[in-house]
């Protein structure tokens, strides 16, 4: 598991005794700082497998972690925001995923929660949508933690792109390999926005990227991606 973080000193300890099981199991955790300014990668030390730093990015970081000794090691990789709570039995979400699937990639459900609660149902509404959208485009955002064989992700040359469409431009390649695996057990997105209408408006605007790199455009609506960036040879 490879969790980038950037100033997260309030919520990293939290974040990473959650996966305290999955560690007993024999999984390994990797935290990437991107130059912190705070006490993250001190909380960090005691409870993560490996702490080390990269340059900030969401590609750079997340393809740092892929090349630590323990990354090198294991069969399958998991990007996993600080932010997202895995189900208890992930692994063996992932591993049963992979096993019966010749695609070597995947995601999981997810649900949202809120910390000042409130009406469920726009949460449950945007939760339906991002899980929707990922089936109808076979492209995958950040917070429904992809999975992938190293193997794979190796042969797709890792992450790249702005930190703003690295999740989807990953997605986009990694669908010439096969479709994505959805594993049903929900991952929960901790959502940080003030209130609820932020946690839709962040919904939408993801979802609004998301079509718009289906459809062939560059998540911004200026224009159709290169061939590069659209994953051609």
Known sequence: MIIPIHNRAATIEQSLRALDGLRRRGHRVIVVDGGSSDESTVRAST??????????????????????????????????????RLPAQADRAIVRALSNSTSPWGRFDVSFDHPHGGARAPLRLAAALAN?????????????????????????????????????????????????IVVRERAVVCAADPGLPAVVRSALHRERRRLLYALGFDGTARGPLSRRQSGSR
Do not use: Y
């Not at 993560?48 to 399958?76: K, M």
């Not at 703003?164 to 390999?177: G, M, N, P, V, Y």
């Open 47 to 84: 409870l993560a497998d490996r702490v080390l730093a990269a340059p900030r990015g969401l590609s750079l970081q997340l393809n740092a972690g892929s090349r630590v000794p323990e990354a090198e090691q294991a069969d399958a990789l998991v990007f996993l925001p600080e932010a997202v």
């Open 132 to 180: 929707w959208c990922s089936r109808a485009t076979g492209i995958c955002t950040w917070e429904q933690v992809i999975f992938v064989a190293r193997s794979a992700f190796l042969a797709l040359d890792g992450f790249s792109g702005p930190d703003a469409s690295a999740d989807i431009e990953f997605s986009r390649r990694a669908r010439q390999l096969g479709a994505p």
